[in-house]
């Protein structure tokens, strides 16, 4: 236990992992069965039933959802994916590709206004600024996700988080802190009934009371710890609690219990191969059977110490060269899947293309057809006016014509007139008397 810290990484929707596992094949059952919009829930799912067991599963089947949530447009599972990838890549520590999904995911549970998926998002982040030794920014992301889930009122996300946030202060050495948080956690999963959850919550109060000193407590959550892991069957947790519960026992000067306690757990270790645990186990082994002076026990515990450790490393180099191998062949799948969806895009924008023309050409006959229909009216009409034009256009003529005889009539008649008033003037005139023989005969009167 000196030189581990329980720190549960509680990575989105992980919480669910375990629970999920056993329905792998209920899963991989519906999602033969399902319609295109429930695909990429389905496959969401299934990432994390594989998110621990066997990563490259997981992250193809996160892909997988990621391109079936973008196609149906359901922006809720695509930030899920996004999240699923974030985490696979976290999980194999590259901290810039985890970090670039995570922001994506972040980004479109904001579009949609979903707290958890924004509480869990930000809680991941955390997370790595934490793996990446930024422990302060990293408790700022928790406290703000811990708001979150207790506006929407998650408690399980909220418990999580208190975890996590416990985890910090232990980092920080403010141990009342940790504790503080860490029962926090533990009253809300026993509200709950959250079994795993219980159990990690004993297992960071045990550390954190054995950083104290207080072997006792650490003793008693370990234990509770114990028959919890046994309860679930969770073996791998066991051999680790069984060398956290053989280090207090260690320090506390027990150590007929404190090498009961490792033995335990490397009969366990061995049980799962789990080199991890069995390097831990037989270097504490080890140090009991120097301090009670068995020094030949000693020196077996160390050479099972060694041969474990390098176990270990080749385990670790082996799994360097399976990672290379599946990336090299996932990349190989990758790329064939991306050239195969480049010529169906390139198909897609031709026969988009092709569309176009069709209905641009088809609009555009349509068009002429239309304005040929009009102007074939406009025409008739303007025939037709025409010809009324010309009718009254002739009328008038022959209304010009009626009235030019009519004036000339009329000039005839007014011409004779007046010819006869001259010539009754003329006939007149010559019988009266002139005015000057008036005037003659009046000036003779007159004399």
Request: hydrophobic share 40%; with cysteine.
């Amino acid at each position: 236990m000196k030189n581990s810290i329980y720190y549960i990484l509680i990575l989105g929707c992980c919480l669910y992992a375990f629970n999920l596992s056993s329905q792998k094949d209920s899963l991989l059952i519906a999602l033969r069965n399902c319609s295109a919009k429930d695909s990429a829930y389905i496959l969401n799912k299934l990432s994390i039933t594989y998110r621990f067991s066997e990563y490259d599963t997981a992250l193809m089947y996160a892909n997988q959802a990621l391109r079936s949530a973008i196609k149906s447009n359901n922006i809720k599972e695509q930030a899920n994916a996004e999240n699923a990838i974030g985490v696979q890549n976290h999980l194999k520590s590259k901290y810039d590709e985890a970090m670039v999904h995570y922001i994506n995911a972040l980004r479109l549970f904001q579009k949609i206004n979903y707290i958890k998926g924004i509480a869990s998002v930000g809680q991941n982040i955390g997370i790595v600024h934490f793996d990446l030794g930024r422990v302060h920014l990293a408790l700022k992301y928790y406290q703000e996700a811990a708001k979150l889930y207790k506006q929407a009122d998650y408690k399980k996300g909220l418990s999580a988080i208190f975890n996590n946030i416990a985890a910090i202060y232990m980092d920080l050495k403010d141990i009342s802190k940790a504790l503080e948080y860490h029962h926090l956690a533990l009253n809300i999963r026993n509200e709950l009934g959250d079994s795993s959850g219980i159990s990690s919550s004993y297992g960071g109060l045990a550390v954190a009371y054995y950083n104290l000193k207080e072997y006792a407590k650490a003793i008693e959550f370990n234990e509770k710890k114990i028959k919890l892991e046994l309860r679930l069957n969770n073996d791998r947790e066991l051999a680790t609690t069984y060398n956290n519960l053989g280090d207090a026992y260690l320090d506390s000067k027990n150590y007929s219990m404190a090498k009961e306690c490792f033995e335990k757990g490397i009969l366990i270790a061995k049980r799962n191969t789990d080199y991890y645990a069995l390097t831990d186990l037989y270097y504490n082994l080890s140090i009991v059977f120097e301090r009670t002076n068995k020094f030949e026990d000693a020196f077996k515990s160390m050479k099972n110490y060694i041969y474990s450790k390098d176990s270990l490393f080749k385990i670790k180099s082996t799994d360097r060269v399976i990672e290379m191998e599946t990336k090299y062949e996932t990349e190989k799948k990758d790329l064939q899947i991306e050239t195969a969806n480049t010529h169906l895009l390139l198909q897609e924008e031709k026969n988009k293309q092709k569309e176009k023309v069709i209905w641009f050409g088809s609009l555009a006959l349509l068009v002429t057809l239309i304005l040929g229909t009009l102007a074939y009216f406009n025409f008739r009409k303007f025939k037709k006016a025409n010809k009324t034009i010309n009718s009254q256009n002739v009328a008038l003529s022959l209304q010009k014509k009626e009235v030019e005889e009519q004036k000339h009539l009329v000039e005839e008649k007014q011409k004779e007139v007046l010819d006869s008033i001259h010539y009754a003037k003329r006939i007149q005139q010559s019988l009266l008397p002139t005015e000057k023989y008036i005037q003659r005969i009046i000036q003779n009167l007159k004399n």
